[in-house]
């Protein structure tokens, strides 16, 4: 993300938001309710113009070319809302038609990913009267069925129960672990802590601070990260980052603290390094 | 493109036609216009034959000094007249008795004698309720004007003068309608009434639930991050309104048609019943017609934030149909040129059609090209509004 600004009138929504998020990394964008997640996510896919700056997913900018950069993501909407009248098959048969996969390539591709989020005994269920959890997997499965590099996820536990939460964490490493650029938001900053390898904490439209969990808790001197995040959050005051943090590869960056109106394109760095690859 | 239409198309048809309750009501409401609109001309024709072939009894004071011979007349129009023993007046005022005809004594003696020999004819019209039609007297005035005629040629020959002296001018009525037209005549006032509801109603409710139904269920953002361009996500789901909204105008027509002709009792008075020319100037002017409706609706749902706020916006839609319907069905247009109009014209020219008892290419061409020019308009201003951000926000 470049100087990623989007303004409503006189509402900064999202105000200079630069940070990257790599493959084979789970990057965490944490922010109270109206500090721009969402929009930033929208941003990422190409559903709102930004005002300003622009989003670049491998190679692709989404001002320029938003069809490609929505073919190479994979997106959990924060709506769990699914067709009440289709299967959980037809749902990943008709989200996965769109990204040119079809026949039998389409119906091997279901399948896998049935298996994967053990949704096997309510597959071929139409969706009326799913649980959460179910509605949940059918989500998370749209999002997943073309295989992309490139996965957000927009509050994937929320609402869900235990047996749930632990299922979803575990698919989200897992697909960190087969090398895929995870980004997702959560407001539970202990699934954060567990979780993240990098963490973007957006206050207010900006970036407040970019690091590790550790890193965060360290330079905010707490030893927890919601308490790191109230810190972040709380008073006005916040953490600006400088040095070449958002690259996936420096784990040395060098976090500061910094007054939130202070936060500036020049200062918050984070997003220099954009996509290496 | 092209695959992501088809694919849209596809899964709104799906889910559409699994909507159970959607369709049943998308079906049955259609037809049950279409069988009570096909039904009722012939019906209420069919009353009003049977009512007027009924014997007609009315009750009167005095019948006793009536002339043998006007009751002879009254007899030959299925009139009888029952002596009424009591206040016939009183009973009429109260709304008990339709009506009553009261003699005076020397009735007879007057008409034998050639002086003005007067019936008095008491009815009360509010009797029956407002569709009880009251007294129709038509039968009774028919019957005394043949008795007046007979007697007074009766007079006229007893003074040596023909007959024929008291009747200068003769009127003949000659009905030069052909079989198509007659039978086609009522339909051309219910057609284009049928036709502009069905299609306000038809696919309206895929339209709203297509578009804001997606927002309230939470499955827009879901389809809107998928590479489907904005041409094929509207063209898709425009596509299956369109289709959809086509069935109960298909299924309405043909119900009409089938009511007019099949039903035997209906049938009998409805002259020659319905052509079959009137079902296909239906559906063919209907179906840009449904194109045109199918595209407004998309473009009032879209800026929907939900479900119930399609429906208010789309009410406006549905006078903007009916409007012209009735207009057409009223006052239907002698010259060609109105079929041009959208919205109006393919009513007019529906009218026109089944008042000349053909299919008239030329006012079918003319509907069409009316039609389409309006749908092509449309659409360019749905692509317009068709806006991501727009769409996820609201209007």
């Known amino acids: 993300m470049r100087d990623l600004v989007k303004h409503y009138g006189d509402v900064r929504a999202v105000d200079g938001v630069n940070f990257v998020c790599s493959d084979g990394q789970i990057t965490g964008l944490l922010g109270p309710n109206g500090a721009g997640k969402t929009t930033t996510l929208r941003m990422i896919c190409g559903l709102i113009r930004p005002t300003r700056g622009t989003v670049v997913v491998d190679g692709h900018d989404v001002i320029q070319d938003p069809a490609s950069v929505r073919r190479v993501l994979g997106v959990q909407t924060d709506s769990s809302g699914v067709y009440p009248r289709l299967t959980p098959r037809e749902h990943l048969r008709y989200y996965g038609a769109f990204y040119g996969i079809a026949g039998d390539r389409l119906e091997q591709r279901i399948q896998e990913v049935i298996d994967a989020l053990d949704m096997g005994e309510f597959a071929d269920r139409r969706a009326e009267g799913f649980s959460r959890g179910q509605r949940q997997k059918v989500v998370l499965g749209r999002a997943l069925v073309h295989d992309p590099k490139n996965i957000i996820m927009d509050e994937p536990t929320t609402g869900l129960d235990v047996m749930a939460v632990r299922e979803t964490r575990s698919m989200i490493r897992a697909l960190r672990d087969k090398g895929h650029c995870v980004l997702f938001t959560t407001h539970y900053m202990d699934e954060a802590a567990r979780l993240c390898d990098r963490i973007a904490v957006i206050i207010r439209g900006r970036i407040a601070a970019f690091g590790s969990p550790r890193q965060l808790m360290e330079q905010t001197g707490r030893d927890s990260l919601e308490d790191a995040f109230v810190e972040l959050a709380g008073g006005g005051e916040g953490l600006l980052v400088s040095g070449d943090a958002g690259n996936g590869d420096n784990d040395d960056q060098t976090i500061v603290a910094n007054g939130l109106d202070g936060c500036t394109e020049d200062s918050v760095r984070v997003g220099a390094a954009v996509d290496r690859r | ?395």
Request: glycine residues 8%; proline residues 6%; aromatic residues 8%.
């Open chain 2, 1 to 395: 493109m092209w695959t992501d239409f088809v694919n849209i198309w596809r899964k709104e048809m799906v889910t559409t036609v699994r909507d159970r309750k959607g369709m049943t009501q998308a079906i049955l409401v259609p037809l049950i216009i279409a069988v009570f609109y096909a039904s009722f001309t012939p019906l209420l024709n069919k009353a009003m034959f049977e009512r007027s072939q009924k014997p007609l009894i009315i009750p009167a004071k005095g019948v006793a000094y009536v002339d043998s011979e006007l009751l002879d007349t009254m007899r030959e129009f299925g009139i009888t007249l029952e002596e009424y023993e009591g206040d016939l007046e009183a009973v009429i005022r109260r709304g008990d008795k339709e009506s009553g005809l009261i003699f005076e004594p020397g009735f007879a003696e007057n008409v034998a004698e050639e002086r003005p020999a007067q019936i008095r004819l008491v009815t009360n019209g509010t009797a029956g309720g407002i569709f009880g039609g009251g007294f129709s007297d038509s039968r009774l005035q028919l019957a005394v004007s043949v008795f007046n005629q007979k007697a007074a040629a009766q007079r006229v020959a007893v003074r040596g003068i023909d007959p024929s002296a008291l009747v200068p001018v003769v009127l003949e009525t000659e009905d030069v309608a052909t079989p198509e037209q007659e039978g086609a005549l009522w339909a051309s006032f219910y057609l284009p009434i049928l036709v502009a509801v069905v299609l306000a109603q038809g696919g309206l409710f895929v339209a709203i639930d297509v578009t804001a139904g997606e927002k309230e269920r939470g499955t827009l953002d879901a389809l809107l991050v998928t590479p489907a361009s904005d041409w094929a996500i509207l063209l898709g789901k425009m596509a299956a309104v369109f289709v959809i909204g086509l069935i109960p105008l298909l299924l309405s027509v043909t119900a009409f048609w089938v009511v007019s002709n099949m039903m035997p009792s209906v049938a009998a008075v409805s002259q020659q019943g319905l052509p079959v020319f009137v079902l296909w100037g239906s559906l063919l002017i209907g179906i840009p017609m449904a194109l045109v409706m199918s595209v407004a609706q998309m473009i009032v749902s879209v800026r929907a934030r939900t479900f119930r706020d399609a429906q208010s916006a789309a009410s406006p839609l549905v006078f903007a149909m009916m409007i012209p319907g009735f207009v057409a069905a009223f006052a239907p247009p002698k010259a060609l040129w109105p079929c041009l109009i959208p919205l109006y014209g393919p009513f007019a020219a529906l009218s026109r059609m089944a008042q000349a008892g053909k299919l008239q290419w030329d006012s079918l061409a003319l509907a069409t090209i009316g039609s389409l020019v309006l749908a092509v308009i449309l659409m360019t201003v749905a692509v317009k509004l068709f806006d991501r951000e727009r769409l996820l926000y609201g209007a």
